[in-house]
């Protein structure tokens, strides 16, 4: 909607993003126990609604942005315990899950022909902070804590027709 030299609208929004993160790690417990541990984050598709407001100058549109995400994750444990006479095996995963954040941004439109457009925009994504805690299958000997939040940074230059 424009408004004079003022504008401000709507945008939904899908984008698929695959951003995964691998630990790997190995703890010694007095005594004969190891602990050796496998712990996977992983997001995929980003979905939302931004909402743009700015000022048109001439051809340009210059732009705030800010807006709602969801993005679908997902969490996976994998631990071999060994106490020296027994290893014991453990799996966790979250399968895919859903998430929300939320966003901020700047952008800059240039108008091509009545129809289409280009620009270039700055988005910040903050998602929200997820902790796990597991006790592993070792009669409560072992805990397993993980905490894990995602803060993305995109530039995107995009093509933009207008129906």
Not at 12 to 21: A, C, G, H, K, T
Not at 98 to 124: A, C, H, M, P, V
Not at 129 to 145: A, I, P, Q, S, V
Not at 157 to 163: E, H, M, Y
């Given at each position: ?12 929004f899908w984008n698929y ?15 004969p126990y190891i602990t050796?541990?496998?712990?996977k984050h992983r997001i ?120």
């Amino acid at each position: 909607m424009r408004c004079n030299n003022f504008g401000i609208g709507p945008e939904l929004f899908w984008n698929y993003v695959s951003i995964e993160d691998i630990l790997k790690g190995k703890q010694y417990i007095p005594g004969p126990y190891i602990t050796d541990f496998d712990i996977k984050h992983r997001i995929t598709n980003q979905y939302g609604i931004n909402i743009r407001g700015g000022y048109f100058f001439d051809t340009f549109f210059i732009y705030a942005l800010c807006g709602l995400h969801w993005q679908q994750y997902n969490f996976q444990v994998k631990a071999i315990h060994q106490d020296g006479i027994n290893r014991r095996d453990f799996s966790y995963n979250t399968s895919n899950q859903i998430t929300q954040g939320n966003s901020i941004g700047l952008g800059l439109q240039k108008q091509l022909t009545q129809n289409y457009d280009i620009g270039f925009e700055y988005k910040l994504t903050n998602l929200s902070k997820k902790n796990y805690e597991f006790n592993l299958d070792d009669n409560g000997r072992t805990r397993l804590n993980s905490s894990v939040s995602y803060k993305l940074h995109s530039f995107s230059l995009r093509f933009i027709c207008k129906i």
